[in-house]
């Protein structure tokens, strides 16, 4: 357990538990409401209420925009009451600098709407509903998240 420690520095538990939970809840989704719960189409949803550009003013994005909003703050909700009861509620860090995030969100966002999806979209709806892209947009995201990861590790100054 102690060569996993440096990986998982709360346990493996939460881990384990935030993806069944992530599962039952993108499960909950569909089968009540039959949507799709990606985070990626909530992204531009949101934006199409204050970008008149034409791609964000797309139906889809404009119709949804109610639920996906309270889909997405149930998951921001979710996570504060986890972080309350499982982190403490002590304020986390990271020693990764502001603008090695800014351009790795930016990276990510681009990728998402390259990949018609998200890793949430595409890893665990589309691979639930065994959609063939998705399967492929997992691997492509995977083997970019691992050559990333070794680059990064590599480069440390």
Request: glycine share 14%; aromatic share 14%.
């Amino acid at each position: 357990m102690s060569s996993l420690s440096h990986l998982f520095p709360l346990g493996w538990q939460h881990y384990l538990l935030g993806g069944i939970l992530i599962g039952c809840g993108v499960a909950l989704l569909f089968l009540v409401t039959g949507l799709v719960g990606g985070m990626s189409t909530v992204f531009s949803s949101t934006w199409s209420l204050i970008m008149k550009q034409p791609y964000f003013q797309q139906e889809r994005f404009t119709s949804s925009r109610a639920w996906r909003l309270i889909y997405a703050l149930g998951l921001i909700l979710g996570a504060f009451i986890w972080w309350l009861s499982f982190g403490g509620g002590h304020p986390m860090s990271t020693s990764v600098p502001v603008w090695q995030l800014v351009l790795g969100g930016l990276l990510v966002g681009y990728g998402a709407r390259l990949g018609n999806g998200c890793t949430s979209g595409h890893g665990i709806c589309g691979l639930g509903s065994l959609q063939w892209p998705s399967l492929l947009a997992v691997l492509t995201f995977m083997a970019t998240a691992f050559l990333t990861a070794n680059l990064m590790a590599a480069w440390k100054p």
